[in-house]
């Protein structure tokens, strides 16, 4: 079966643009979660929707959203962009979410901000 | 809120020795720990993973054990492989939380 698919792969945008990220679950997977991943700061988990609500938030300031859609396929938005937002950005899906911890990663939107 | 402690953070090892990497975590209410391999330029992929009843899973030439009274777990490798070499990363959580707090990453360098 399919993987999870993150589009684009590669993004270079201007400081002070906005950004759309695509996530694309498992086929049947309702949970999607977004993570940063920077050098400096490892992993760090932005935020996770199941069945079109967001469920859970990490500690990134409000220039970061997200939405899901009834198909289960997420998007999530950076506004004004910064310097810093360069990173990873990995999506991952599960099956259920709550109980269910198979997380299983896409391969990422490179972001770079300059 | 929970916080995740890895170390090394980088490891370099003889082909067909063991390496062990170490991970604490602060939050007693986490109760899944997975591992996570990441080779360069590739998507973070589970390789195992252990719940808060067990105290020992094995795979194959990978373990991890988990010892809850210290809140601290840790990934063995046996025989290691030149393929073995990637960043690893330790994560924990709270059951009913979505969310996954992962260690810093421990860059592994098999040696031939």
Known sequence: KAGVTQTPRYLIKTRGQQVTLSCSPISGH????????????????????????????????????????S??????????????????????????????????????TRLTVV | ??????????????????????????????????WYKQELGKRPQLIIDIRSNVGEKKDQRIAVTLNKTAKHFSLHITETQPEDSAVYFCAASIEGAQKLVFGQGTRLTINP
Not at chain 2, 9 to 27: F, M, N, P, R
């Open chain 1, 71 to 108: 198909n289960s396929r997420s998007e999530m938005n950076v506004s004004t962009l910064e310097l810093g937002d360069s990173a990873l950005y990995l999506c991952a899906s599960s099956l259920r979410g709550n109980r269910d911890y198979g997380y299983t990663f896409g391969s990422g």
């Open chain 2, 1 to 34: 809120g929970e916080n995740v402690e890895q170390h090394p953070s980088t490891l370099s090892v003889q082909e067909g020795d063991s390496a062990v990497i170490k991970c604490t975590y602060s939050d007693s209410a986490s109760n899944y720990f997975p």
């Open chain 1, 30 to 69: 309702r949970s999607v979660s977004w993570y940063q991943q920077t050098p400096g700061q490892g992993l760090q988990f932005l935020f996770e929707y199941f069945s079109e609500t967001q469920r859970n938030k990490g500690n990134f300031p409000g220039r970061f959203s997200g939405r899901q859609f």
